[in-house]
């Protein structure tokens, strides 16, 4: 399983950053897909999920009506779409996944992309 972040960068307040994550090594358009963020000094945290089909999707409240998630199966490659961003978005963001084996839950993460809301 890899999962490889890309797209962040630094915005000021109130704009927008599009982050992707290309997957591979799994059966990607059968798995729901998340993102994370971490600060420094603060445990890692869940920012959005996507169902396998890109039909469900649910958000941490504090992006709610500000981040988007979404996926294409065809591209192995779910996105996180961010608008009017705030100093607090400031974060690692990671992709994730989990995959069970043998009756066993694995947990994969991305390298992570570093966001960062500063004026």
């Known amino acids: 399983v890899q999962l490889v972040e890309s797209g962040g960068g630094s915005v000021q307040p109130g704009g927008s950053l599009g982050l992707s994550c290309l997957a591979s090594?799994?059966?990607?358009?059968?798995?729901?897909m998340k993102w994370y963020r971490q600060t420094p000094g603060k445990e890692r945290e869940w920012v959005a999920t996507?169902?396998?089909?890109?039909?469900?999707?649910n958000y941490q409240d504090s992006v709610k009506g500000r981040f988007t998630i979404s996926r294409d199966n065809v591209k192995n490659i779910v996105y996180l779409q961010m608008t009017s961003l705030k100093p607090d978005d400031t974060a690692v963001y990671y992709c994730?996944?989990?995959?069970?084996?043998?009756?066993?839950?694995?947990?994969?993460w991305g390298q992570g992309t570093q966001v960062t809301v500063s004026s």
């Open positions: 090594g799994f059966d990607f358009s059968g798995a729901y």
């Open positions: 994730y996944v989990q995959r069970w084996r043998n009756g066993a839950p694995y947990d994969y």
């Open positions: 996507v169902s396998p089909s890109n039909d469900v999707t």
